[in-house]
């Protein structure tokens, strides 16, 4: 007994020590060192102390991916043998006593919500008291249970910029409904019942809509997931998806087997079931991966991908080039560029989206000036970047005697030094990839921050100088 009652202290003074001078709070940033030769139970004691349970350890340092994380401002800072740093942007007030303040409660936007904590995040899959949306063919049916002494109703959401009057429900026997179509996503929505905005109580996903109440959230599925054996008690789904969670996500059941459907945005995704507490591949899936347990994970992939040439001129004499970049998790071995008579060249299958990359010339890293640049989140570096099969084009004219333009908003984390415009005749224009859903942004013209002339919708920011507001779908 005596041996078991000194342990305890000594394993909790350990996972103490071990988290010493892990969080720095600099520069208008928060930083948080991940050591690379934590044991799965230090990572998760260690996490548990900074309220970051939801951060993989696993995935962090084995796949390089934050997970949910990286949805909430998080950004792989450095890396090094010993650890990974994380960083995230903050707006300090300077009136704070950091001191005492709270970090705890900081860490993730979702830690107030008691409702399903993919709300906030791209990913998800529906949870109703009562369904009440519905896919019907190529359309998408809301329906407002009751309220049928209701003298008009409309629908309000992300999928019509949060129109007021624009899309009229019908009304039926037993309540109210309309058909749309919307894109897969996430989409945030709320009803107006004789001008009174309430949500819809039957949905169990909701989101603070930051004005005292909530706008309920719906994820038009793009994908299913299927396990077939009817026998089976419990059928659970963990992945990369869902930091690898293997208690919440819990599959449906019906006469064919087990389901869950689900919206996944672009990208490569590994998973298994979890049978009455076995973890098993997807029988259905023939596409698996080696995993770091000497076992197979199964294999996703969601979206169309094009091939992408990059290539760096000159550097002949050297003996390796590695390509890495955001696209592979900034993983320092993968992706050995091949030599040419004028440089070296690699080919990649990538989908829609933008990108920041760079060069290791043996062992150096390198981003080539003649290539569009940005800054890196590592302190006073920058970046190569591009981006792939844009969908919006920032424009912005009447300033071409301006000297530079710029765009910054929530897609770069309000980067301060944004991403430069080209001048094209009289207009400054930069072809951009956005995700879908709302989007904030600023243009920089020669060093001053102002809101987007030629778009009427914006929004008041925390320094009551505005950011205009784009709906992407």
Known sequence: MKKAIFLI??????????????????????????????SQSEADSILALYDMSGLSFDSLVNKGTLGSFANDGWMISKRTKKYIKISKKINPNPESQWENFNFNNYWSSDSSLNSNLFTKNVYGYNQWKKQSVFEIGEKTRFYLYGNTAAQGVFLSGTFNKWSTGKTEMIKSEDGWYIDLEIPAGRHEYKFIIDGYWKRDLNNLNKTS?????????YFKPNHTFRYTNITA???????????WDEKNTALLKDASGWYLPVFLPDGDYTYKF????NWLCDPANPKRVPNEHNTDNSFLEIGVKS????SLDGFTNAQNVILTGSFNGWNEDEIKMKRTDNGWVSSLQLRAGFYTYKFIIDGNWFA???????????????????VVNPNYNFTITGFENANSVA???????????????????????????LPQGKITYKYIVDGQWMIDPGNPQYEENEFNTGNSVLWIE
């Open 9 to 38: 202290p000594l394993i909790c003074l350990s996972i103490l020590l071990r988290s010493q001078n892990l969080f720095v709070l600099k520069d208008d940033a928060m930083h948080f060192k991940v050591m690379r030769n934590w």
């Open 233 to 243: 008690k419990t059928v659970l789904l963990a992945g990369s998806f869902n930091n």
């Open 274 to 277: 979890i049978i009455d507490g």
């Open 407 to 433: 765009i910054t908003g929530s897609f770069l984390n309000w980067n301060e030094t944004g991403l430069s415009m080209y001048k094209k005749d009289n207009t400054w224009i930069l072809p951009f990839y």
């Open 307 to 310: 091939e992408v040439i990059f």
């Open 368 to 386: 080539n000036p003649n290539s569009p640049r940005f800054p890196s989140s590592v302190d006073g570096e920058v970046d190569n970047w591009m």
């Open 209 to 217: 809509d930051n004005c005292g109440d909530f706008n309920s959230v």
